[in-house]
């Protein structure tokens, strides 16, 4: 995924992690908020990357198209 597409991931998840805490009245900071969505970020990546692997086949991010 490119550097765009994963900040712009970063933000949408930020955006809906903080709206879900809102709702639930749950406390986070923004940048709580934040971090979360990175860390998420990051296990989907590793997750799919180790799917690929087994499947013997290279990684590639899902993009708007293929979503």
Not at 11 to 25: E, F, G, M
Request: charged residues 15%; negative net charge; glycine residues 2%.
């Amino acid at each position: 995924m490119n550097s765009d597409a994963a900040k712009a991931a970063v933000t949408v998840a930020a955006q809906r992690i903080a709206a879900y805490a809102d709702k639930h009245a749950i406390v986070i900071e923004p940048s709580q908020c934040e971090e979360l969505a990175e860390s998420l970020m990051h296990l989907y990546q590793a997750f799919f990357t180790g799917l690929a692997q087994v499947a013997g086949q290279p990684y590639a991010a899902p993009t708007a198209s293929t979503a």
